[in-house]
């Protein structure tokens, strides 16, 4: 379940075709073979970039020019990417624990990845 919860591209993917309701506009693909003004047709910008995985915000990615992309592109062209449009606002998260039969929920928290000191 964690795999499939954590994987922010398999997530997706099921979200989108269990929930399609629900569901914001975007695509899945290798970063490498996508196209960036392409991209930001379709979503605006910044074009949101998420890894399958990271940890507090660390592979997410707000692209707002070609030369940024470009970069991107070149240093992780393999990998395996969520792309979406930009929603403003702020992530809220929470810690989930399967224990035995019980599971154990944090209350929601505001993730704050700007501040590397409170990453």
Same mark, same amino acid.
């Given at each position: 379940?964690?795999? @499939? =919860?954590?994987?922010?591209?398999?997530?997706?993917?099921?979200?989108?075709?269990? &929930?399609?309701?629900?569901?914001?506009?975007?695509?899945?693909?290798? $970063? #490498? *073979?996508?196209?960036? *003004?392409?991209? !930001?047709? $379709?979503?605006? $910008?910044?074009?949101?970039?998420? =890894?399958?995985?990271?940890?507090? #915000?660390?592979?997410?990615? &707000?692209?707002?020019?070609?030369?940024?992309?470009?970069? @991107?592109?070149?240093? &992780?062209?393999?990998?395996?990417?969520?792309?979406?449009?930009?929603?403003?606002?702020?992530? @809220?998260?929470?810690?989930?624990?399967?224990?035995?039969?019980?599971? =154990?929920? /944090?209350?929601?928290?505001?993730?704050? /990845?700007?501040?590397?000191?409170? !990453?």
């Amino acid at each position: 379940m964690n795999e @499939l =919860f954590e994987n922010k591209t398999e997530s997706y993917t099921c979200i989108k075709k269990y &929930f399609p309701n629900i569901s914001i506009a975007g695509e899945i693909g290798i $970063l #490498g *073979k996508m196209n960036f *003004k392409q991209l !930001s047709k $379709l979503y605006g $910008l910044p074009v949101v970039i998420q =890894f399958s995985h990271g940890w507090a #915000g660390k592979t997410t990615y &707000f692209v707002k020019t070609d030369e940024e992309f470009n970069s @991107l592109q070149n240093k &992780f062209s393999m990998t395996h990417v969520k792309i979406t449009h930009h929603i403003k606002g702020y992530t @809220l998260l929470n810690n989930c624990c399967i224990y035995q039969n019980e599971v =154990f929920v /944090s209350p929601p928290a505001i993730q704050i /990845s700007a501040v590397d000191s409170l !990453s």
